[in-house]
């Protein structure tokens, strides 16, 4: 199981922990011991239900309990989840929320099943390359996220969940057609400068999406089919509202060119330590739900582009901010074998959790 940082270090690397190991014998049969919890290998069972799917089962579960009982069990689990003790976590709403995953996550005992899923495929026009991204999510911790590009949006898909919003779900989209100018420095600082900018775009994705619903314009598919502008640089022609047709194509900036960034005040960060110049903003949702995965909405917000490896999207409705950073450990044999057998992946980890 790879693990991702203790929060909020989203730079850090990733973290290995062995949760089975098969020793293979003669005749082609093979034993199998289960590796969880802090008494040694024990009787463990692996079987393969399908295709790309497998389960794991351990045969001897009082191997995973703790003299001290569930309280010690949750505390040894508190410090290598997260890297500090209960008493470190002054915010009740974080403590409720980290309870709640132990419960959850303890209950199976390593017994799941594991379906293999794809890195995304890369093209050449990609805004960055695609991958795995550690991310922040406020009390929630880091969760691992899955960028993707499809056309004219880019996606983010869990692969790591929460309480609220479940692994698989589409966490943020980002209309690429549709780019922010962000404020300058000092107008930054005011959210409800970020905010009228934002909610101006929305409503301008809005009106599109009423268009090409009615067979609007013949060309509603060709909106805004700008090039990526670096930030800093204005267009070459009169400047055109967002989403307008566009076909003069500017070259991919240096990494270390970008406009200044700062949060503006009242939005909350985990990671205080995210960069001070971004390349490029664009619009986006992100989703939003109550515990269980209640009442899910998409709701607004901003995708930064910071360089090849960081991005960040600030969540409106909540004025809370994500930092991701990519996730630098290799995967083998894990590229999809056609984008369509990656898009249908999708669909089907989304669809455990619909």
């Known amino acids: 199981m ?26 082609k049969s093979a034993t199998v011991e289960c590796m969880y919890g802090h008494r040694g290998p024990h009787n463990g069972h692996v079987q393969i239900v399908k295709k790309d799917e ?38 009740e709403h974080m403590q409720e929320l980290i309870l709640m995953k132990f419960i959850y996550t303890s209950q199976y005992d390593n017994c799941l ?21 550690k991310g922040t999510y406020g009390s929630h911790g880091l ?111 240096p990494a270390q060119s970008g406009q200044p960034f700062v949060l503006p005040v009242g939005v909350s960060s985990r990671n205080e330590d995210y960069p001070r110049t971004c390349r490029m903003c664009f619009y986006g949702t992100g989703l939003i739900a109550g515990h269980g995965f209640t009442s899910p909405e998409r709701t607004p917000g901003v995708f930064v582009l910071f360089d090849e490896d960081r991005f960040g999207f600030i969540w409106l409705e909540l004025k809370s901010f994500s930092l991701y950073s990519r996730v630098q450990a290799a995967f083998r044999n894990a590229d999809a074998p ?14 455990l959790t619909s």
């Open 338 to 351: 056609s984008p369509q057998a990656f898009e249908e992946m999708l669909k089907n980890i989304q669809s």
């Open 113 to 133: 099943t594991y379906r293999r899923i794809y890195l995304p495929p890369s093209r050449p026009d990609d805004l960055i390359r695609p991958g795995l991204f």
């Open 143 to 253: 969760e691992i996220v899955m960028l993707s590009f499809h056309g004219k949006h880019a996606r983010g898909t869990k692969i790591t969940g929460d309480p609220n919003i479940p692994a698989g779900q589409q966490t943020v989209e980002i209309d690429l057609r549709h780019r922010i100018q962000l404020p300058d420095a000092e107008s930054l600082h005011d959210f409800n400068e970020l905010s009228r900018v934002v909610l101006e775009v929305r409503e301008q994705v809005r009106k599109e999406q009423e268009q090409e619903q009615e067979g609007g314009p013949e060309d509603a598919e060709g909106l805004g089919q700008q090039s990526p502008q670096p930030c800093e640089e204005p267009p070459a022609e009169p400047a055109q509202a967002p989403g307008d047709g566009g076909a003069a194509a500017v070259a991919e900036p």
């Open 54 to 91: 497998f389960s794991t089962k351990c045969n001897q579960t009082d191997h995973h309990r703790m003299s001290g009982g569930r309280q010690e069990e949750f505390r040894t689990w508190l410090r290598e989840e997260w890297g500090r003790t209960l008493e470190d976590i002054f915010h």
């Open 2 to 27: 790879y693990l991702p940082p203790h929060d909020p270090h989203v730079d850090d690397p990733m973290r290995f922990k062995p949760l089975f190991r098969i020793h293979l014998m003669e005749r």
